[in-house]
């Protein structure tokens, strides 16, 4: 008979990958002891193996997790209605919106995912990948003769955009929605008024 799934399971595991993260951008994933988790999060190593086999298993959920959300919330913008540039400054402020709160999850995604089979990391870079892709087609829809001929040009805009982005978070966790909006307007106007002059 299949063991029932305790009713605070989705909780429980919430919460280990929010300590996880945590617990992993302090000390690094290398030396970061799963007894340090169990005790941050107030429970046993042994329940923290009850929901990971391993620290590796725990580190690709939180990436999987924190990646996958953020790409389906970026899928999930609406844009109907909105010209080019509104699409891309709205997309860009969704994304900053998202960011609030993620600051361990984006060190971690930065430097413990080369600790990941390459199986794994491909499957965590494709999410990335879909993201900048997404991004990339909102510019080429603001201005795609810009762009025509030269998706290294495009792919180098883009990249640009997401470090943006990146640094916002990194010098601004604790923004509110008001400034990270903004920002995302502040960055649209940057890039759009550089592109004639690329």
């Given at each position: 008979?299949?063991?029932?799934?305790?009713?605070?399971?989705?909780?429980?595991?919430?919460?280990?990958?929010?300590?996880?993260?945590?617990?992993?951008?302090?000390?690094?994933?290398?030396?970061?002891?799963?007894?340090?988790?169990?005790?941050?999060?107030?429970?046993?190593?042994?329940?923290?193996?009850?929901?990971?086999?391993?620290?590796?298993?725990?580190?690709?959920?939180?990436?999987d997790t924190?990646?996958?959300?953020?790409?389906?919330?970026?899928?999930?913008?609406?844009?109907?209605?909105?010209?080019?540039?509104?699409?891309?400054?709205?997309?860009?402020?969704?994304?900053?919106?998202?960011?609030?709160?993620?600051?361990?999850?984006?060190?971690?995604?930065?430097?413990?995912?080369?600790?990941?089979?390459?199986?794994?990391?491909?499957?965590?870079?494709?999410?990335?990948?879909?993201?900048?892709?997404?991004?990339?087609?909102?510019?080429?829809?603001?201005?795609?003769?810009?762009?025509?001929?030269?998706?290294?040009?495009?792919?180098?805009?883009?990249?640009?955009?997401?470090?943006?982005?990146?640094?916002?978070?990194?010098?601004?966790?604790?923004?509110?929605?008001?400034?990270?909006?903004?920002?995302?307007?502040l960055v649209?106007g940057l890039?759009?008024?550089?592109?004639?002059?690329?």
């Amino acid at each position: 008979m299949a063991r029932t799934i305790a009713k605070d399971h989705d909780q429980k595991k919430s919460r280990i990958l929010k300590t996880a993260a945590r617990v992993f951008a302090e000390e690094g994933f290398d030396r970061a002891s799963v007894s340090r988790l169990a005790r941050e999060c107030g429970i046993s190593k042994a329940n923290i193996y009850h929901y990971y086999d391993s620290k590796d298993a725990l580190l690709f959920d939180l990436l999987d997790t924190n990646l996958s959300e953020l790409l389906t919330r970026m899928q999930n913008v609406n844009t109907d209605g909105l010209s080019p540039e509104e699409a891309l400054e709205f997309t860009l402020g969704e994304i900053l919106l998202a960011y609030d709160g993620k600051d361990y999850e984006h060190q971690i995604q930065s430097s413990a995912m080369i600790h990941l089979p390459k199986q794994q990391q491909a499957t965590l870079k494709g999410y990335q990948k879909q993201m900048i892709e997404r991004v990339a087609n909102l510019l080429e829809a603001v201005n795609s003769t810009c762009f025509e001929g030269n998706p290294e040009k495009l792919n180098d805009t883009t990249m640009s955009i997401f470090g943006m982005l990146n640094w916002f978070y990194m010098w601004n966790a604790h923004a509110g929605p008001e400034k990270r909006k903004d920002y995302a307007r502040l960055v649209t106007g940057l890039t759009l008024s550089g592109i004639s002059g690329i």
